[in-house]
């Protein structure tokens, strides 16, 4: 203890130079960690919200463009054994009397009954009869906030590709949480949906497949490409994502790894070439029976002082800033340019092995630094490291 305390001694002399570097090393874990944080927590709500959807996302593509499945196509699907489930989605993009912003719109089958039953835990006081009854939309806060500003409140007026106008009312917003996935979508009847995009009462988006054996997955799809059609895995759509998160994190990751190295190579070149004062400081306390191993006890202690603590606070500024801030600049960084503004507050979800991990990438090589220096002037004759 004798070590901390007088490496603490040491630290409050020199206190302008310790703090500057107390405060780089700070803002250094900051960022990290918030980058840290920020994709994890992505990746888990994405993996929350994706674990009860259907197995397979069927698609139609000509000429390498998305095209409408028609009912023929899904009675070809129909043939196909082990299917347990069919389920047919339209949705595209609006932007009509607008200002300028898209919404999605998502038509669902309200009348299937595993449809309706996921739907309400999204909205409070749902009615499955009251929807049906007449036009009627789920939004989210952030879409209707849009409609308000365009003058619309309880209701919104589309215009259809045929030039006809439908009116839609307003019936529930979605409960908060669940920005992440629905921040600029409306869900409407799969009928509503067709009229509005412009779509055939035959034809649909895509289809979902729910398959009760998993090894059976990969056998329906290359089935599907004999009927001309693309299949996509929920394993694969997670993969997917899940790499998307993890590139944009480690290509933040690599620049501030770099800015790091660099302040690494910066206080390694300044300890090297120690200071007068620092060299009759080892020179002293070698004369007056300091071992080598105390200088390095010494000097490790100061190590710790700096890096831990920094590292803790850090960390813990990392976590207040990304769990409880709306719209910090790191989710800004993952997500992208939002079409409308996002109020979507992080899961607080933290992987022990990142924090690990973290450590030992910032606190070894910053005490190897500190440790290599002192070493060199150490192991030098007192009256020579006081020439």
Same mark, same amino acid.
């Given at each position: 203890?004798q070590?901390?305390?007088?490496?603490?001694?040491?630290?409050?002399?020199?206190?302008?130079?310790?703090?500057?570097?107390?405060?780089?090393?700070l803002? @250094? $874990?900051?960022?990290?960690?918030?980058?840290?944080?920020?994709?994890?927590?992505?990746?888990?709500?994405?993996?929350?919200?994706?674990?009860?959807?259907?197995? %397979?996302? $069927?698609?139609? /593509?000509?000429?390498?463009?998305?095209?409408?499945i028609? /009912?023929?196509?899904? /009675?070809?699907?129909?043939?196909?054994?082990?299917?347990?489930?069919? *389920?047919?989605? $339209?949705?595209?993009?609006?932007?009509?009397? @607008?200002?300028?912003?898209?919404?999605?719109?998502?038509g %669902?089958?309200?009348?299937?009954?595993?449809?309706?039953?996921?739907?309400?835990?999204?909205?409070?006081?749902f009615?499955?009869?009251?929807?049906?009854?007449?036009? *009627?939309?789920?939004?989210?806060?952030?879409?209707?906030?849009?409609? /308000? &500003?365009?003058?619309?409140?309880?209701k919104?007026?589309?215009?259809?590709?045929?030039? #006809?106008?439908?009116?839609?009312?307003?019936?529930?917003?979605?409960?908060?949480? %669940?920005?992440?996935? @629905?921040?600029?979508?409306?869900?409407?009847?799969?009928?509503?949906?067709?009229?509005?995009?412009?779509?055939?009462?035959?034809?649909?988006?895509?289809?979902?497949?729910?398959?009760?054996?998993?090894?059976?997955?990969?056998?329906?799809?290359?089935?599907? #490409?004999?009927?001309? +059609?693309?299949?996509?895995?929920?394993? &694969?759509?997670?993969s997917?994502?899940?790499?998307l998160?993890?590139?944009?994190?480690?290509?933040?990751? !690599? @620049?501030?790894?770099?800015?790091?190295?660099g302040?690494?190579?910066?206080?390694?070149?300044?300890?090297?070439?120690?200071?007068?004062?620092?060299?009759?400081?080892?020179?002293?306390?070698?004369?007056?029976?300091?071992?080598?191993?105390?200088?390095? &006890?010494?000097?490790? !202690?100061?190590?710790?002082?700096?890096?831990?603590?920094?590292?803790? +606070?850090?960390?813990? !500024?990392?976590?207040?800033?990304?769990? +409880? $801030? *709306?719209?910090?600049?790191?989710?800004?960084?993952?997500?992208?340019?939002? *079409?409308?503004?996002?109020?979507?507050?992080?899961?607080? #979800?933290?992987?022990?092995?990142?924090?690990?991990?973290?450590?030992?990438?910032?606190?070894?090589?910053?005490?190897?630094?500190?440790?290599?220096?002192?070493?060199?002037?150490?192991? #030098?004759?007192?009256s020579?490291?006081?020439?």
């Open positions: 203890m070590f901390f305390y007088f490496s603490y001694l040491m630290l409050k002399r020199d206190i302008g130079k310790n703090a500057l570097l107390f405060s780089y090393y803002f @250094l $874990v900051f960022i990290l960690s918030s980058v840290i944080f920020t994709a994890n927590s992505l990746q888990y709500t994405f993996l929350q919200g994706v674990k009860n959807q259907d197995d %397979i996302v $069927v698609s139609f /593509e000509v000429a390498g463009r998305n095209s409408a028609t /009912e023929d196509k899904i /009675e070809k699907i129909e043939l196909i054994d082990g299917i347990k489930k069919i *389920n047919k989605r $339209v949705y595209g993009f609006y932007d009509a009397y @607008l200002g300028g912003n898209k919404i999605s719109i998502n %669902i089958d309200f009348y299937d009954a595993d449809t309706a039953s996921s739907i309400a835990p999204l909205v409070e006081n009615d499955l009869k009251d929807f049906l009854s007449k036009p *009627n939309m789920l939004v989210s806060d952030a879409v209707k906030a849009l409609f /308000e &500003r365009q003058y619309y409140q309880d919104f007026v589309f215009e259809n590709q045929q030039g #006809h106008f439908t009116k839609v009312s307003l019936y529930r917003t979605f409960k908060p949480g %669940i920005e992440l996935f @629905l921040n600029d979508t409306i869900l409407i009847d799969i009928e509503l949906a067709q009229s509005l995009l412009g779509y055939a009462s035959d034809e649909y988006t895509d289809v979902t497949l729910s398959v009760p054996n998993p090894y059976e997955v990969d056998n329906i799809i290359e089935k599907l #490409h004999v009927f001309g +059609l693309s299949g996509r895995s929920k394993k &694969r759509a997670i997917d994502a899940m790499d998160y993890e590139y944009k994190g480690g290509l933040f990751l !690599c @620049l501030y790894l770099m800015a790091f190295l302040f690494m190579m910066i206080f390694y070149i300044q300890a090297s070439v120690q200071g007068g004062a620092q060299k009759k400081q080892v020179g002293i306390l070698r004369a007056i029976g300091w071992s080598i191993s105390d200088i390095i &006890r010494w000097r490790l !202690c100061t190590a710790l002082l700096i890096s831990i603590s920094a590292f803790v +606070l850090g960390v813990t !500024c990392a976590y207040l800033y990304v769990f +409880l $801030v *709306n719209d910090n600049v790191f989710l800004g960084i993952f997500m992208g340019t939002e *079409n409308l503004n996002n109020d979507f507050v992080l899961l607080a #979800h933290v992987s022990i092995e990142n924090i690990f991990l973290l450590a030992l990438l910032l606190i070894v090589p910053f005490i190897g630094s500190t440790l290599y220096p002192a070493w060199k002037v150490a192991v #030098h004759s007192p020579e490291a006081m020439k």
